[in-house]
């Protein structure tokens, strides 16, 4: 058994603007958001408690889809990095960007470059080098009996838009991607910060191209989606070609939750092959863990057979 995590919009670095005409920009809206409202519920303390959880528990392998900051500032991504190192060992820790780590342009070398190592995919799988982070994407690890493919849907966007998109370049090399990996007995994991299902969120918030990536999921196939964006639990199903596969949201993780349908949680997926020799090649559980106001620790909260 290969035990997967998987957490989310962790929103976990300080928002400190020490020169006012960095706020000059869209980030203005999104510093006053968090001076009102949004600095209250994404707490340290939460993230304390769900470190402390996380190295407690057996997890192989640890996926994070996004929102490591909150505005993009450049003091954020050298504190992510930081926060990253925290999380584990660049081998054991992929990511992929959400739209508040591309919330405005940062030049690359004082923002994504920072943390590099998470998101590189293995020596022998990876394409040609580019100048652009994006053109990397899908990334591919493998770990075990799984592929971790990474999707980057982030992009900066105008004001009040928090969507994304992928392109139809990641998503030919996505197809390709897919494929090779159905002839090698491998589960393939998509991870992406933007939700995938029709319906998953209205159309300020949604991945513009989400239809066409449904149609790559199904030509090609997978074995579980996950994501993150939407701050909520959500488990869904595509069609693929082999059955149905299991598109997963987990919520924020660093939520205190003084709205209980959104406080942080993360999820752990026990995954092994099916020996029976029919039905889908691998059995894949979920267990959700979330924070609890009360102890200041996370503790078990759900618990689920998604496939097999």
């Known amino acids: 058994m290969f035990s997967l995590g998987h957490l989310s919009d962790l929103h976990a670095t300080p928002v400190v603007v020490r020169n006012p005409l960095q706020l000059l920009n869209k980030r203005f809206f999104g510093w006053l958001s968090w001076q009102i409202r949004r600095r209250h519920y994404h707490r340290t303390s939460v993230l304390d408690a769900l470190l402390e959880d996380l190295h407690r528990a057996p997890i192989d392998h640890l996926v994070v889809t996004g ?86 849907s982030a992009l900066p966007t ?14 030919d090399r996505l197809e390709r991607t897919l494929r090779g990996l159905a002839e090698r007995d491998l589960c393939r994991v998509i991870s992406i910060h933007h939700p995938v299902t029709v319906g998953a969120t209205h159309s300020r918030r949604w991945l513009r191209d989400a239809e066409s990536l449904r149609n790559v999921i199904t030509r090609a196939g997978a074995d579980l989606v996950v994501h993150g964006h939407n701050h909520r639990t959500l488990i869904e199903e595509l069609a693929g070609p082999d059955g149905a596969i299991p598109v997963v949201g987990v919520r924020s993780a660093s939520d205190f939750g003084q709205r209980p349908e959104r406080r942080a949680q993360y999820h752990i997926y026990e995954i092994e092959r099916n020996g029976a020799g029919d039905g889908p090649r691998f059995r894949i559980s979920l267990r959700i863990r979330g924070y609890d106001r009360d102890s200041g620790r996370f503790r078990a909260e759900d618990e689920r057979v998604l496939v097999g």
Do not use: M
Request: charged letters at 25%; aromatic letters at 8%.
């Open 158 to 171: 105008r004001l009040f838009d928090a969507s994304g998109t992928l392109g139809d370049a990641q998503l």
């Open 67 to 152: 929102d490591l900051t909150n505005l993009s500032l450049v003091s954020e991504f050298s504190a992510a990095r930081e926060g990253l190192k925290r999380l584990g060992d660049a081998r054991d820790v992929s990511i992929v960007p959400g739209n508040h780590d591309a919330y405005v342009r940062v030049a690359r070398a004082r923002s994504w470059n920072l943390w590099s190592e998470y998101f590189e995919s293995d020596a022998v799988e990876s394409a040609a080098e580019t100048s652009d982070p994006r053109d990397r994407f899908p990334t591919l690890r493998i770990r075990g009996p799984l592929a971790v493919v990474g999707l980057c």
